[in-house]
């Protein structure tokens, strides 16, 4: 059974820093396309970052230049390092998971396995 766990979010001012984690377990597929998705009040839940088996790596316009993502496969553990904090970022962060066939899902439904989300607040 494939379980995604995030943790790291709470409460920052803008300009702050937090890093998110998201532990995996019970992932056996030899690819993979990991993501980062955010969900804010009222909103649909949108891309934020996404790390490959290849290891290519993109985040969304909003976030480039202040958002990071990678992984440490010893640990079996995704990161988001998040800087320069807006407001705007407030939501429910979401790690999810997908094996890599060809190109990762472009669809968010496509998503296989999808963590419990960690909730990030920041202030001004």
């Known amino acids: 059974q494939v379980q995604l766990v995030e943790s790291g979010g709470g409460s920052a001012q803008a300009g702050g820093s937090l890093r998110l984690a998201c532990v995996v377990s019970?992932?056996?597929?030899?690819?993979?396309?990991m993501d980062w998705f955010r969900q804010a009040p009222g909103k649909e839940r949108e891309w934020v970052a996404e790390i490959d088996s290849d290891g290519n790596t993109s985040v969304s316009e909003f976030v480039k230049g202040r958002f990071t993502i990678s992984r440490d496969s010893a640990k079996n553990t995704l990161y988001l390092q998040m800087n320069s904090l807006k407001p705007e970022d407030t939501a429910t962060y979401y790690c999810?998971?997908?094996?890599?066939?060809?190109?990762?899902?472009?669809?968010?439904?496509?998503?296989?396995?999808w963590g419990q989300g960690t909730q990030v607040t920041v202030s001004s």
């Open positions: 019970g992932y056996t597929h030899s690819t993979y396309c």
């Open positions: 999810a998971a997908h094996p890599l066939v060809d190109a990762c899902p472009i669809i968010l439904d496509e998503y296989d396995y």
